[in-house]
């Protein structure tokens, strides 16, 4: 007869997480000494870099590739930071081992933007000169300044020319930059659901943003983390705005249409639609883990970027250094950034002469499907990787 | 030798209106006893429309024309009213002497709606209960509650019949609201740049605007005006969004594209860009003009207009009493309604039986095309309701 006095003991449990994740990565803190001269003529006498790395770099230091994040990214791009961590970082889709940016072929390395909220020096660091909070005072970088840094974080990394660098939306305006500023040290450029300039539209939806957030009286001229609170409600009409921008008419309707979350109308005006109820949720929660300042600082780069206005307006001659291959892709129903945006890009590098291929995916998703795992896109991205991963090893020969 | 000691006394300068406008207008307050039953539940016990008439009723009255206006529109569409009034009413461009709705043939009636702010009973009118504005205590009010109240304003007149309605936007919502309500009191029927009903995305716009209005201190709960305040930043920020989604993007590409009013950048968060300046100016004197509880509501009635959700979600079954010949029209680049929308109307309306032409204009200006004098349109229109001149003296004989 068994034993039943004593309950055996739990077995410690520990997660596993699936074969084709990175597993549990810790973020690093890179730390610069050397001043930074930023676009605006003021100097960053010295910064913090928060980086995530996936891989190994091999001798030759020729498998790296940068992952390049958009408005609201940082560097957590796969993985996990916690055993009980809900969800992997922002594109662990196409990052990991045998997916699309393969971390068994690459040195995969993820950087928190300057001016970001993530760890990386910003407006919610320390300002070495008064021991506040940077706030408003932290300077209004742009697509060109975080090149740069980029740069300086290759240096420290070892890492003379990157394979591959790759990035989406935002991110692809950096990927851009690189291969028009650092032309011999980028292979391969992947530009994703992007546009070489923004539109009024584009800044027009970035001003109301910035007003939502400005008019909000706990804004306090951006000084709100020294009164310890937060412009939260303008920072959440901030996000509502942007979020109706990612998605597409198509996609809100397959995730909502008008349905409701009460039976018969209330005749007010609380969150009666599922979409109403939606966009409020993620106003909320945005407030919780982004920055006010940074919000305006990341809009404000997009709004700056314009590579084609350093050459005449001309992006056929901005590009004319590149020597990257590049891989442009584009979404059909993605109308912040629509194909015809990057169809311009593509357009001026065949006019260039550029080695280029061009992927326009038939998504219902909008602009967000740039972060989606669509067979399609992954198939195409994973195909080109490969041929990336090929090149990289013969260049090591 | 002249006389020169006294200088001829200046002539009295009249100023003159161009022959084909209606010329001084003056508005007409209508007070109305009769109690209304609205769609929420509630009562309005008495109640004001305040409207404006161009042109003469004929003795069968048979050729009154009902125009409906749009979200931020009020009852003068034509005309001005005074001697040094710098801009006629919203509608100048399609209504007047010779013009597409032509005041020579037709007495053309426009209102303001049940809860607007420009005289008609809602939340800047007094509560006769309080003798305080009504403010968040006016009833959400519906399309379906302002084609009531419509068809009282039409008794009042003595007009049993209209020639025609014609409205855009939520103005096409209530001409479709008309002919499934009263079939027999409507004999042409205009919708411009409308839809049967809001997409999520739609109702998403309209959120983020609610959401401006309310989260702003200023809002009070809707009793500003008790306090002598007003939520201008709020409802600034939701006319920017608004007014985003009037015009498309090659309208605003062709408008302001990238131009700026700074040569330089610099690297902040002023107006630098013109589409920026031209946003927040748009913001601004809107707030001087509009109501912001009004503003509201409007939206709601938007949010809320479904007529295929009384007939088993079938707009088929929604229409098939309507009696009306239609004309529908929409405009390319109208992304807010776009013809797809416009184009739901149509195919319901052929499934039905009714008779519908229907025109897709092509043109820039997104869904303020409607507001314009575009030719194709104008006498696409024109041509229409000469032809509906020509069948209401039919109908008199």
Same mark, same amino acid.
């Given at each position: 007869?068994?034993?039943?006095?004593?309950?055996?003991?739990?077995?410690?449990?520990?997660?596993?997480?699936?074969?084709?994740?990175?597993?549990?990565?810790?973020?690093?803190?890179? @730390?610069?000494?050397?001043?930074?001269?930023?676009?605006?003529?003021?100097?960053?006498?010295?910064?913090?870099?928060?980086?995530?790395?996936?891989?190994?770099?091999?001798? &030759?230091?020729?498998?790296?590739?940068?992952?390049? @994040?958009?408005?609201?990214? $940082? @560097? @957590?791009?796969?993985?996990?930071?916690?055993?009980?961590?809900?969800?992997?970082?922002?594109?662990?889709?196409?990052?990991?081992?045998?997916?699309?940016?393969?971390?068994?072929?690459?040195?995969?390395?993820?950087?928190?933007?300057?001016?970001?909220?993530?760890?990386?020096?910003?407006?919610? &660091?320390?300002?070495?000169?008064?021991?506040?909070?940077?706030?408003?005072?932290?300077?209004?970088?742009?697509?060109?300044?975080?090149?740069?840094?980029?740069?300086?974080?290759?240096?420290?990394?070892?890492?003379?020319?990157?394979?591959?660098?790759?990035?989406?939306?935002?991110?692809?305006?950096?990927?851009?930059?690189?291969?028009?500023?650092?032309?011999?040290?980028?292979?391969?450029?992947?530009?994703?659901?992007?546009?070489?300039?923004?539109?009024?539209?584009?800044?027009?939806?970035?001003?109301?943003?910035?007003?939502?957030?400005?008019?909000?009286?706990?804004?306090?001229?951006?000084?709100?983390?020294?009164?310890?609170?937060?412009?939260?409600?303008?920072?959440?009409?901030?996000?509502?705005?942007?979020?109706?921008?990612?998605?597409?008419?198509?996609?809100?309707?397959?995730?909502?249409?008008?349905?409701?979350?009460?039976?018969?109308?209330?005749?007010?005006?609380?969150?009666?639609?599922?979409?109403?109820?939606?966009?409020?949720?993620?106003?909320?929660?945005?407030?919780?883990?982004?920055?006010?300042?940074?919000?305006?600082?990341?809009?404000?780069?997009?709004?700056?970027?314009?590579?084609?206005?350093?050459?005449?307006?001309?992006?056929?001659?901005?590009?004319?250094?590149?020597?990257?291959?590049?891989?442009?892709?584009?979404?059909?129903?993605?109308?912040?950034?629509?194909?015809?945006?990057?169809?311009?890009?593509?357009?001026?590098?065949?006019?260039?002469?550029?080695?280029?291929?061009?992927?326009?995916?038939?998504?219902?998703?909008?602009? $967000?499907?740039?972060?989606? $795992?669509?067979?399609?896109?992954?198939?195409?991205?994973?195909?080109?990787?490969?041929?990336?991963?090929?090149?990289?090893?013969?260049?090591?020969?």
């Amino acid at each position: 007869m068994p034993d039943h006095s004593q309950a055996p003991s739990e077995p410690v449990v520990t997660r596993s997480f699936p074969d084709s994740s990175v597993g549990l990565v810790t973020p690093e803190t890179l @730390h610069f000494d050397q001043p930074l001269a930023l676009s605006c003529g003021r100097m960053l006498e010295q910064f913090d870099l928060v980086i995530e790395t996936y891989g190994e770099l091999n001798k &030759s230091a020729s498998n790296a590739v940068l992952i390049c @994040h958009a408005l609201s990214g $940082d @560097h @957590h791009a796969a993985g996990y930071h916690s055993e009980d961590d809900r969800k992997p970082g922002w594109w662990d889709s196409a990052i990991g081992p045998g997916k699309a940016i393969d971390t068994n072929q690459f040195y995969v390395v993820s950087l928190n933007n300057l001016g970001g909220c993530r760890g990386s020096t910003g407006p919610v &660091s320390i300002n070495p000169e008064t021991g506040k909070p940077w706030g408003p005072d932290f300077p209004v970088v742009t697509v060109e300044d975080w090149v740069e840094s980029h740069a300086l974080l290759a240096d420290r990394l070892g890492i003379t020319q990157w394979a591959a660098i790759v990035g989406g939306s935002l991110g692809g305006m950096q990927v851009l930059e690189w291969t028009i500023r650092f032309p011999d040290r980028v292979r391969h450029a992947a530009v994703i659901a992007s546009a070489p300039k923004l539109s009024a539209q584009n800044i027009a939806f970035n001003e109301v943003a910035r007003q939502a957030i400005m008019s909000d009286p706990q804004f306090l001229e951006g000084r709100y983390l020294e009164s310890e609170t937060l412009p939260a409600s303008g920072l959440g009409l901030a996000r509502m705005v942007g979020h109706i921008t990612y998605l597409s008419d198509d996609a809100m309707k397959a995730k909502f249409d008008r349905d409701r979350k009460v039976t018969d109308f209330q005749f007010d005006y609380g969150a009666e639609f599922q979409v109403e109820s939606y966009l409020r949720y993620q106003g909320e929660s945005f407030t919780k883990r982004f920055d006010a300042n940074t919000y305006l600082l990341m809009t404000r780069a997009l709004d700056y970027y314009d590579p084609a206005s350093r050459h005449n307006h001309n992006l056929v001659e901005a590009l004319a250094n590149a020597k990257a291959r590049f891989l442009v892709i584009s979404f059909t129903t993605d109308w912040r950034f629509s194909p015809e945006r990057s169809e311009e890009i593509v357009n001026a590098l065949h006019t260039a002469g550029k080695d280029v291929s061009y992927l326009k995916v038939d998504a219902p998703q909008g602009h $967000d499907a740039f972060l989606m $795992d669509i067979p399609r896109y992954t198939n195409a991205l994973s195909a080109w990787m490969n041929r990336v991963a090929t090149e990289s090893k013969e260049y090591t020969v």
